[in-house]
């Protein structure tokens, strides 16, 4: 899995079991220095054609198979003309992508909608109640994404104040916080599939990255209450955005 013929640099990787439990690949690569989403077809790396203008950056993608298609989501933005971020789903590969919520990290799984800001909080939308979640000692988060093995568990990086890195898997409600660790390092923007760990192993400057399947992984309970404030609402609050309403 996870498998490239070129030295480009890869982010974001993601993978789902299909309607036979193989696994389907999805990651971010970038084109002509702006990342962009890609799948593989199962011989060969495909961009996903969201119709999002050139300049517009695309990260953060998950998916999930169901009802016979790919249900996709990810985050996007950074136009000149609208600078802002926003998450997106689409109901199949290269559908028309369908604007969320204004959003830096997070992903639409089934009828449940994760998003929040570079600093937080991040807000869980599901039936019949809102879930908050803060992160105190973080400074910025870079990906919130999903086991799909394990649904319920978030997978978090992000970076405390100084910098270092930081990957959490962590389950709401059950307010269980691990500590990712992979090769000796934080699994920077991890995904799972069954036991295999993924994440973008740094090579050089910051994001200079490639897709890494981890040789050893730990994780390392952590007192989830010293690291994320959980808060439940009873019910759902629509999007203040006239945009998303």
Known sequence: MFQFNDNRFTHMPFASPDADGNPKEFCCIPVNGVWKLYHFTGKRWQRIKTGLPAEV??????????????????IAGGAKNDPRFRLYRMYGINAKPMAQEFADVGFVRKDHVVYGG??????????GRVVVLDFPD???????????????????SG????????????????????????????????????????????????????????????????????HIIEKEEPTYSASGNAEFE
């Not at 950056?57 to 990810?74: H, L, N, Q, V």
């Open 118 to 127: 570079r600093r937080g909080p991040v807000t869980i939308v599901e039936p």
């Open 159 to 226: 970076q405390y104040p100084g910098g270092e890195i930081f990957s959490w898997a962590y389950q709401p409600g059950l307010k269980k916080l691990y500590e990712v660790v992979a090769d000796g390092v934080p699994a920077y923007k991890c995904a799972f599939f069954g036991e295999d760990c993924f994440y973008a192993q740094r090579d050089g400057g910051f994001e200079d990255r490639h897709i890494a399947k981890a040789e050893s992984l730990v994780l390392n309970e952590l007192a989830a209450e010293t």
């Open 138 to 156: 973080a400074e910025f988060l870079y990906r919130v994404s999903f086991n799909p093995f394990n649904p319920n568990q978030l997978l978090i």
């Open 57 to 74: 950056f695309e990260c953060g993608p998950c998916a999930e198979y169901e009802d016979g298609m790919w249900k996709i989501s990810f």
